[in-house]
């Protein structure tokens, strides 16, 4: 475009969206969660690593980086102009927003996905799932974008508006330019991420992990929902899963914040994600922090689940 510091063929995110005529609001909306992605960057950079309620060096109150991230990004989103309806993972309450009635998303997001790993310089990341209207409780199949930034050693976004997957990168200017249209994953694959304590999967899951070892798939999780299933989509190829656990029949991740906008990615990548007997798409909230267990990723490997489990529970 002609701007100093870019080469000709960089496309931002902007242009990006423009050029597949994504709607006005909406490319707003997604420029706003980028911009604000900016300053959660720096903070988690540079940023103190405060708990809540403390004050810093300076007498500030210091802010645990979920809650900052959090209030950055439920600025960003109040102020849009788009946005009706706000729910986020650190607030746990539907927020209506909208003061002169232009919003036209409900928004849910998960400010720092992973943020117990900052302390120890692991990757975190931020996801939101955009919905048309004002109602929230939608199964994610209604959703008309996700999308996830990933800090980690580069900073990207990623997201779908229901016409494939396209990755971006942050350059020097704190810019995202398009890095890559995302290929489509392999039927199955060779890396598994595991997450859960493996003495409480039950026996369908076991089975699933031992299947999946005995034909080699490479251990690969870190811990961090972003970053892990960021692998295995641009490898394009494996399966996260975050099962129903003995005592936690309903798992660890949530629905709203977690997965949907995790699993309209991956349909959209050509993989598949499910509870272990629905697709994750098609479950109907009952509450804004419901859990499910989630297998997700490879379209064999994640039908492989849903029937050890249907066989062994
Ligand atoms: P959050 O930090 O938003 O509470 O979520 C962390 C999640 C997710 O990133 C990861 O997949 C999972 O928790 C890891 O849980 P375990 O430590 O139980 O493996
Ligand atoms: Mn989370
Ligand atoms: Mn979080």
New binding site residues.
Partial sequence: MGEPGKTPMQIDLRRHLREKEIDRDLTRLICEIADASKYIVNSIRTGDLGVAGTSNLYGEEQLAL?VLSDRILRKRLTYSGVVNTIVS?ETDEIIKVDSNGSGRFAVAY?P??????VDVNLA??T?VSIFEGDDIMQPGRKQIAALYVLYGPRTTLVYTSGDGVYEFNMNHLMEYTLTQKVSLLAESGGIYSP???RNLYSKGVEALVSKLEEEGSKLR?S????P??NQILLKGKGM?L?PHLKGKPQG???LL??LNPMAFIMEQAGGAASNGKIPILDVQPESIDQTEPLFIGCRKEVELAERLIAELG
Avoid: M, N, W
Avoid at 112 to 117: A, E, K
């Fill in positions: 979920d993972e998960d720092l996905d992973g943020s117990s790993l975190v990341g996801i997450g859960g304590q999780y811990g961090g929902l972003v892990d299933f996260f975050y660890k991740l949530r914040y977690e």
